[in-house]
């Protein structure tokens, strides 16, 4: 079993819908987590984190985290074509060990298309 | 957010050769980095962990002697890929923790990112 799981997709949606994206971490010592975005060639931007259980919003994205069924999930509203990419989830999985000197976990991402 | 800036962004070698790639912390101190692999439409692959003044620590199945690291400063981390070989060509990203305050972020922070053709 990989230790952070996402669907690799492709997820279509069209312009204007909501894209849900999930994420399943095995670790349930995991203390924080991320999702990132990367447009093909390029690098990883991160689109935020979150650490508590609940939901975060941040414009039109909201990271949604259920420790207890160890499941992460990114909410994009009103999707745009240029939301196009891979979206990647990352877990820190060191929880109060972290001293930020081990990297993320990633996984393999979920890629979105977003139809005009 | 924090900045990291990676160098060259592209580079085409003959096979045999070695290339450097740099990456830099711009405005943070960074006692480590991650240097990671991506081949086309696959997934970020860690190769190692690079640690300020000590020897980085390689994932399992990525060769060491091949794949030189060195982290002479706070803010520069290189990845040297020694005799490179076709099957070498990938596109290789550095990352950081950002460090605020003596306590870290959490997040990772991506350098550009180098392509690497190896022919």
């Known amino acids: 079993q990989k230790e952070v799981e996402q669907n690799s997709g492709p997820l279509s949606v069209p312009e204007g819908a909501i894209a849900s994206l999930n994420c399943t971490y095995s670790d349930r010592g995991s203390q924080s987590f991320f999702w990132y975005r990367q447009y093909s060639g390029k690098s990883p931007e991160l689109i935020m984190f979150?650490?508590?259980?609940g939901d975060k919003e941040d414009g039109r994205f909201t990271a949604q985290l259920n420790k207890a069924s160890q499941y992460v999930s990114l909410l994009i509203r009103d999707s745009q074509p240029s939301d196009s990419a891979t979206y990647l989830c990352?877990?820190?999985?060191?929880?109060?060990?972290?001293?930020?000197?081990?990297?993320?976990?990633f996984g393999s991402g979920t890629r979105l298309q977003v139809q005009p | 957010g924090a900045v990291v800036s990676q160098h060259p962004s592209w580079v085409i070698c003959k096979s045999g050769t070695s290339v450097k790639i740099e990456c830099r912390s711009l405005?943070?101190?960074?006692?480590?980095m991650f240097w990671y692999r991506q081949f086309p439409k696959q997934s970020l692959m860690l190769m190692a962990t690079?640690?300020?003044?000590?020897?980085?620590?390689?994932e399992q199945g990525v060769e060491k002697d091949k794949f030189l690291i060195n982290h002479a400063s706070l803010t520069l981390s290189t990845l040297t890929v020694t005799s490179a070989h076709p099957e070498d060509s990938s596109f290789y990203i550095c990352?950081?923790?950002?460090?605020?305050?003596?306590?870290?972020?959490?997040?990772?922070?991506f350098g550009e990112g180098s392509r690497l053709t190896v022919l």
């Open positions: 690079s640690n300020e003044g000590s020897k980085a620590t390689y």
């Open positions: 990352s950081a923790r950002g460090i605020a305050g003596g306590t870290h972020t959490g997040e990772l922070f």
């Open positions: 979150i650490y508590s259980n």
């Open positions: 405005d943070f101190q960074a006692t480590t």
């Open positions: 990352a877990v820190n999985m060191f929880g109060a060990l972290d001293t930020g000197r081990r990297a993320l976990t």
